[in-house]
């Protein structure tokens, strides 16, 4: 009986290892379908474009130029399909939102059809494609399918439709009629390759306005991949990802994906506005970025190798700079869209795109500048001095001076370079959002803080940005000055108010007295910032667990409930923060021609934030406010249980060799 018994479990043994390797070349067979050894796929991508679909002149690596464009970046996939007709092209979301050319989101889809025209292959959602609210997603979605042209996929994995309500399946209306889907299937030479589509946790953080839940993004891939290996026959594994990378690798999102699901060939890691020079590699897993806005497009080829995994060759990022020429066809195309910009947007603002607003002779920080250089910048500072002198003068003004303005730099998608600034650059410099109002571009808001609440700010520029450096603020109406070297939440050292002898911020007061205003703790100060920023103040008690308390107030000192109640008119007309800097640049003093001339003012350090490099005790100890003395007593208090325990733990060693010692006599 036990013979048998021991029998039964050896065939049942044997029978479980024929299931599992079944099971096995099963799994093997969907991963390997008619590819061989040495097949070859080559792949163009991009990400975030922001609706840069045509050329601007910014700064890149250090030059002014004029780059960029859907024309050069068709010229590019031309001249690759020459080469290879069936070459994939793939883009990581950010399609939208970042030139005027999202004025017409809803009603055009130019992004996504623009995309379709040109031949991509597929696409992802990123956080900027819900800016207009889930009705303006549907919209898009909707103007795009009914379009009848052709389209890019739209591949998403992620979304968690659990807890659907009304708003929610509207969304999901308009995907199946859009046809978006969680992953497809593309032949390329022969080659079956799987594109997914995911959207990560910090897109989602950077979306207020997203209706959408979403599955832990590595979690959703791995769950798909395995899915695509059980029911398909594919040789290479594609994700289109609008995670993200960072230098902290624990907030790396692309880089978690690539570690936890090896079975991945290829990442397409958009979000972070990351420019991989080149590829970052996990095991068989390549993960590739060329920047946004379309400055480069990423070229790459996969070969296959003899264990039926994939290597990277021949990765280069091709710069769409002036020696790329425009593609006629799609130039062509792209006017179509154009017509409607100026007459359906720009006319409420009695602008066009390319009106002159004024010359410029300096150079502007950039965007990575404002980034990556904590310090004041003048861009920032321009554009708060804007915020004051557009509410100050807005027709209607209610007569309550604005004690500050502030800019954080992840609300700043593009700087000015020496010559014309258009409206159609001031737009790009601030693209982003909607109104109540359902007209594009976030509106300003008003809203009220304590002078304790201002100095909280001041710290968290301070002591928090360098962690998250899209919160960087940049300020008109407050000075600070900080030491990077003192202890976190105590790095400001002077923190006060200015106004100079016209009652603003302003170029033409520069060089007269400037006041200095102390704050007062509890005095309420009128603080001006666009619709989203404003939103994300009052988030900064959640954030840090009610350590750092920031409550934006009414007038009246009651908190705000409704930030849209806070937006500033213009008239009868929500005053659009891009629209504030547009009359500020074109209020500077005319030249000859009547046209302003941006003013020296802005080619030089105003002193609004100053870093003091110090690093003598004395430096680093004076002036300790209550968060270095809890964070001082917090120490102390770690260290004096640390002791305390070490004190028992000698003791009972002590009492034990004691007893030890009596015991042997």
């Known amino acids: 009986m036990e013979k048998k018994r021991k029998r039964g479990c050896r065939i049942a043994g044997l029978f479980a290892a024929a299931v599992s390797i079944i099971f096995f070349i099963g799994m093997l067979a969907g991963r390997t379908a008619e590819a061989g050894e040495g097949s070859r796929v080559s792949i163009l991508f991009t990400h975030d474009m922001h609706s840069h679909i045509n050329s601007f002149r910014t700064v890149y690596k250090g030059e002014d130029v004029d780059i960029g464009g859907f024309g050069r970046i068709q010229t590019i996939i031309n001249r690759q399909r020459a080469k290879d007709p069936e070459t994939l092209l793939v883009d990581g979301g950010d399609f939208s939102m970042g030139s005027l050319f999202q004025t017409v989101y809803e009603t055009q889809a130019s992004e996504i059809r623009l995309m379709g025209a040109m031949g991509y292959d597929a696409t992802t959602f990123g956080n900027h494609e819900f800016d207009f609210r889930s009705k303006g997603l549907e919209n898009m979605l909707r103007t795009a399918a009914e379009s009848g042209e052709s389209l890019p996929s739209l591949l998403v994995c992620n979304v968690d439709w659990t807890d659907a309500g009304k708003e929610q399946e509207g969304i999901k209306e308009a995907f199946d009629v859009y046809g978006v889907k969680e992953y497809e299937i593309v032949e390329k030479n022969g080659v079956r390759i799987a594109l997914i589509g995911v959207f990560g946790e910090d897109a989602l953080a950077c979306a207020p306005t997203c209706a959408l839940s979403f599955q832990n993004p590595a979690e959703a891939v791995a769950e798909t991949v395995e899915e695509i290996l059980a029911k398909e026959e594919v040789d290479m594994l594609v994700c289109l990802s ?100 100026d007459e359906d947007y720009l006319s409420m603002f009695g602008y066009t795109a390319d009106q002159v607003l004024a010359h410029n002779r300096y150079d502007f920080s950039t965007v990575q500048d404002l980034e990556q250089i904590h310090t004041e910048h003048n861009l920032g500072n321009l554009m708060a001095d804007a915020y004051i002198y557009a ?17 954080p730099s992840g609300t700043i998608r593009d700087t000015y370079v020496p010559g014309d600034i258009t409206v159609r650059n001031v737009f790009d410099s601030f693209s982003l959002g909607i109104g109540k109002d359902g007209i594009p571009g976030y509106p300003l808001v008003s809203v009220y803080l304590t002078g304790r609440e201002l100095k909280i700010a001041a710290e968290i520029d301070a002591s928090i940005s360098d962690f998250m450096k899209t919160a960087r603020l940049y300020m008109s109406g407050m000075n600070m000055v900080y030491n990077p070297n003192r202890l976190i939440l105590n790095k400001v050292t002077d923190v006060y108010l200015t106004r100079d002898d016209n009652g603003m911020m302003r170029p033409e007061g520069a060089g007269g007295n400037t006041e200095r205003i102390e704050l007062e703790d509890g005095k309420l100060y009128r603080v001006v910032a666009d619709l989203y920023s404003g939103q994300m103040l009052s988030a900064v008690t959640d954030m840090s667990y009610g350590i750092l308390s920031l409550v934006p107030k009414h007038a009246d000192g009651t908190p705000v409930a409704d930030f849209e ?29 009547g046209i302003a001339n941006v003013p020296g003012y802005y080619g030089e350090s105003q002193g609004r934030k100053v870093a003091e490099d110090k690093k003598d005790l004395g430096s680093l100890v004076e002036k300790p406010n209550r968060y270095a003395v809890m964070i001082i007593a917090a120490v102390f208090l770690a260290v004096a249980a640390i002791a305390a325990i070490i004190a028992v733990i000698i003791k009972m060693w002590k009492k034990a060799a004691g007893r030890r010692a009596g015991n042997g006599k």
């Open 565 to 593: 109640d806070c937006i500033i008119y213009d008239g009868d007309r929500e005053l659009k923060a891009w629209a504030g800097i547009a009359k500020y640049v074109a209020s500077f003093e005319a030249g000859e021609d």
């Open 391 to 407: 509410v100050e003068t807005a027709e209607g003004y209610d007569g309550v001076p604005v004690d500050m303005a502030v800019v």
């Open 242 to 341: 609008h995670c993200g990378t960072n230098e902290d690798k624990r907030k790396s999102e692309d880089e978690i994906i690539a570690q936890k699901v090896p079975e991945l060939d290829l990442i397409i890691s958009g979000h972070s506005h990351t420019t991989l020079e080149e590829p970052l590699t996990y095991g068989d897993t390549y993960i590739v970025s060329a920047g946004e806005y379309g400055k480069a497009v990423g070229s790459f080829a996969m070969v296959k190798k003899g264990d039926g995994r994939w290597m990277l060759e021949d990765y280069e990022l091709l710069p769409t700079t002036a020696e790329v020429p425009e593609d006629e066809g799609l130039k062509e195309k792209i006017k179509e869209f154009e017509k409607t910009i």
